[in-house]
């Protein structure tokens, strides 16, 4: 048995050593380092382009709840990425080369997995998993555009910039977890810039006027991800947007001052030396000289080196609930499946688990075994079923939430709870896990 694996991202990497783990040999294609992307910047497999945090991983948070379903389920990247772990509060933040170079080696190594760096542009009529990417080739795209007999839908995402944590200025700038929470070392991770009212105007003039990088003229039908927006998308919502969303002070105090300030950038470490920091929510396609400026504004910021600008690039994805069911299986070719970003779903996280199941699911199809549909009251199960949910009329990328898994009935007096009603669902969504599993 002999499966096609396109795409070595997280998705495709994570299926591949699925599919290896069952003794299914797997030609896993790359086109990088031949044909580049213009997000990726190394040749290794499962590459984070964006930020380097998977998000939480306490279980009464959706994407900490997928993490450890993911565990259930025996996924092989996860372990990695705890194996790469950085202090980042609550959150999975990684060593992002640190993370990509071992999942390479693991692939690398694996006798049941053959590495073909070059570009496919046609599906193959073999068993095959595409797990292209949002990134996907235009040749490629052109055929499961055929494939598919639909349109594509696109959106944008964005990266944000990082700095030298030795250019930061620890006069102004302070160290603290909001809600002064430690991390496992009993430490604070983040970095915070703080800003009185007069310095957080200053930013935003320069933010709603600094000049953009203008869009090829196939991007322009293309939209925005709404967990994935742009700062200056946000800054054009309101002068108080961005101090209610990712600059918002609550819960950051500066305890040489014990004042909490009237807005707050944070950084987060980005590689296991703690030399490097990203700007939390700077995801921006400012032009680079604009950027400059902006991040220099910031209160102990003024002299920061900007290891990485930020910038922005388009997504490509299927219309999902046309073409799969909830195995990640199409609909009209049984030998045939999608993960990833691709497929709709958004985020590492996300990436990673559709990988596991779209690998497990193509080897019980080899294997003629009936395939897995994680229980709806699971976050994998409520967001494959939500990606494949036939009456969607205005498909969009989605990422695990709540709001996708089905509701549960608590007292009155409790209804407001929000962290009972979270612990409930999680520990129904383990349950059902395990008793679908056994």
Same mark, same amino acid.
């Given at each position: 048995?002999?499966?096609?694996?396109?795409? @070595?991202?997280? @998705? !495709?990497?994570?299926?591949?050593?699925?599919? @290896?783990?069952?003794?299914?040999?797997?030609?896993?294609?790359?086109?990088?380092?031949?044909?580049?992307?213009?997000?990726?910047?190394?040749?290794?497999?499962?590459?984070?382009?964006?930020?380097?945090?998977?998000?939480?991983?306490?279980?009464?948070?959706?994407?900490?709840?997928?993490?450890?379903?993911?565990?259930?389920?025996?996924?092989?990247?996860?372990?990695?990425?705890?194996? #790469?772990?950085?202090?980042?509060?609550?959150?999975?933040?990684?060593?992002?080369?640190?993370?990509?170079?071992?999942?390479?080696?693991?692939?690398?190594?694996?006798? *049941?997995?053959?590495?073909? +760096?070059?570009?496919?542009? %046609?599906?193959?009529?073999?068993?095959?998993?595409?797990?292209?990417? /949002?990134?996907?080739?235009?040749?490629?795209?052109?055929?499961?555009?055929?494939?598919?007999?639909?349109?594509?839908?696109?959106?944008?995402?964005?990266?944000?910039?990082?700095?030298?944590?030795?250019?930061?200025?620890?006069?102004?700038? =302070?160290?603290?977890?909001?809600?002064?929470? &430690?991390?496992?070392?009993?430490?604070?991770?983040?970095?915070? #810039?703080?800003?009185?009212?007069?310095?957080?105007?200053?930013?935003?003039?320069?933010?709603?006027?600094?000049?953009?990088?203008?869009?090829?003229?196939?991007?322009?039908?293309?939209? =925005?991800?709404?967990?994935?927006?742009? &700062?200056?998308?946000?800054?054009?919502? !309101?002068?108080?947007?961005?101090?209610?969303?990712?600059?918002?002070? &609550?819960?950051?105090?500066?305890? +040489?001052?014990?004042?909490?300030?009237?807005?707050?950038? %944070? $950084?987060?470490?980005?590689?296991?030396?703690?030399?490097?920091?990203?700007?939390?929510?700077?995801?921006?396609?400012?032009?680079?000289?604009?950027?400059?400026?902006?991040?220099?504004?910031?209160?102990? $910021?003024?002299?920061?080196?900007?290891?990485?600008? !930020?910038?922005?690039?388009?997504?490509?994805?299927?219309?999902?609930?046309?073409?799969?069911?909830?195995?990640? %299986?199409?609909?009209?070719?049984?030998?045939?499946?999608?993960?990833?970003?691709?497929?709709?779903?958004? !985020?590492?996280?996300?990436?990673?688990?559709?990988?596991? $199941?779209?690998?497990?699911?193509? @080897?019980?199809?080899?294997?003629?075994?009936?395939?897995?549909? /994680?229980?709806?009251?699971?976050?994998?199960?409520?967001?494959?079923?939500?990606?494949? =949910?036939?009456?969607?009329?205005?498909? %969009?990328?989605? *990422?695990?939430?709540?709001?996708?898994?089905? /509701?549960?009935?608590? /007292?009155?007096?409790?209804?407001?709870?929000?962290?009972?009603?979270?612990?409930?669902?999680?520990?129904?969504?383990?349950?059902?896990?395990?008793?679908?599993?056994?």
């Amino acid at each position: 048995m002999e499966v096609n694996v396109i795409g @070595a991202g997280l @998705a !495709g990497s994570e299926c591949a050593l699925q599919l @290896a783990k069952q003794g299914i040999k797997v030609n896993l294609f790359e086109m990088r380092p031949t044909k580049t992307t213009g997000a990726h910047v190394s040749s290794n497999f499962a590459e984070f382009v964006c930020s380097n945090s998977l998000g939480s991983h306490d279980i009464t948070n959706a994407s900490g709840l997928l993490k450890h379903e993911m565990e259930l389920l025996g996924g092989e990247l996860i372990k990695v990425a705890y194996d #790469c772990q950085l202090p980042a509060g609550g959150a999975l933040a990684i060593d992002r080369e640190l993370f990509s170079k071992k999942v390479t080696e693991l692939i690398e190594e694996n006798e *049941n997995i053959n590495i073909i +760096r070059e570009e496919i542009t %046609q599906i193959p009529d073999e068993p095959t998993v595409v797990a292209s990417g /949002p990134l996907t080739s235009d040749d490629l795209a052109n055929s499961i555009k055929e494939f598919t007999q639909s349109e594509h839908l696109h959106f944008f995402d964005a990266i944000a910039p990082i700095v030298e944590k030795d250019s930061i200025n620890f006069e102004k700038a =302070f160290y603290a977890n909001r809600y002064d929470k &430690v991390d496992e070392y009993g430490e604070a991770s983040y970095i915070n #810039c703080p800003m009185n009212k007069e310095q957080y105007q200053k930013f935003y003039n320069i933010l709603i006027n600094a000049p953009k990088i203008e869009l090829k003229e196939f991007e322009k039908d293309a939209k =925005f991800f709404e967990s994935c927006l742009p &700062v200056e998308v946000l800054a054009s919502r !309101g002068v108080d947007t961005l101090r209610f969303g990712p600059m918002k002070p &609550v819960g950051l105090i500066d305890k +040489r001052t014990g004042e909490e300030n009237w807005a707050v950038v %944070q $950084l987060r470490q980005d590689n296991s030396a703690k030399t490097l920091y990203n700007l939390v929510g700077f995801q921006t396609n400012l032009k680079w000289p604009s950027q400059k400026e902006l991040i220099h504004s910031i209160p102990g $910021l003024e002299n920061a080196n900007i290891v990485r600008y !930020g910038v922005m690039h388009r997504n490509t994805f299927i219309n999902s609930p046309k073409i799969l069911n909830a195995a990640l %299986q199409t609909r009209k070719r049984p030998n045939l499946f999608f993960a990833g970003q691709i497929t709709g779903t958004e !985020g590492y996280t996300e990436s990673i688990a559709t990988g596991l $199941l779209a690998g497990l699911n193509m @080897a019980r199809y080899l294997q003629d075994k009936p395939l897995i549909y /994680p229980p709806k009251e699971t976050m994998l199960g409520a967001l494959c079923n939500y990606i494949s =949910f036939e009456e969607h009329k205005h498909f %969009q990328p989605i *990422n695990s939430n709540w709001g996708i898994v089905p /509701p549960i009935e608590l /007292p009155k007096k409790d209804r407001k709870n929000k962290k009972l009603k979270n612990e409930l669902l999680a520990k129904r969504s383990i349950e059902s896990l395990k008793s679908y599993l056994s």
